[in-house]
């Protein structure tokens, strides 16, 4: 089985210049760049506070899109298989 489609992958940075960089030398194009932050970012994350800026770049024939996501509150966990239990660990709601 091969891929057929990819519309959006999403990828956790520490330094998101330098990941813009990274994927604009391979190609991609920067759509746009904006922080994230307030009620419906918290709930659909399940972390709080929760701020995080995020670049959007496409693919030249503008069929994949990539966000690149950098943490700035809670501060990223190194180890990504405890942050799913860090972000539950107040109630949603």
Known sequence: MTVQRMD???IVVESIDAAVAFFAGLGLELEGRATIEG???ERV???HPMRVEVAMMR???DNSRLEISRLLT???VADHRKALLIGLAE???
Do not use: C, H, K, R
Request: hydrophobic content about 40%; aromatic content about 6%.
């Open 74 to 76: 809670p501060p990223a």
């Open 91 to 93: 109630p949603i709601g």
């Open 45 to 47: 994350t399940a972390l």
């Open 8 to 10: 959006n992958v999403g």
């Open 59 to 61: 693919t030249p024939d």
């Open 39 to 41: 009620d419906w970012a």
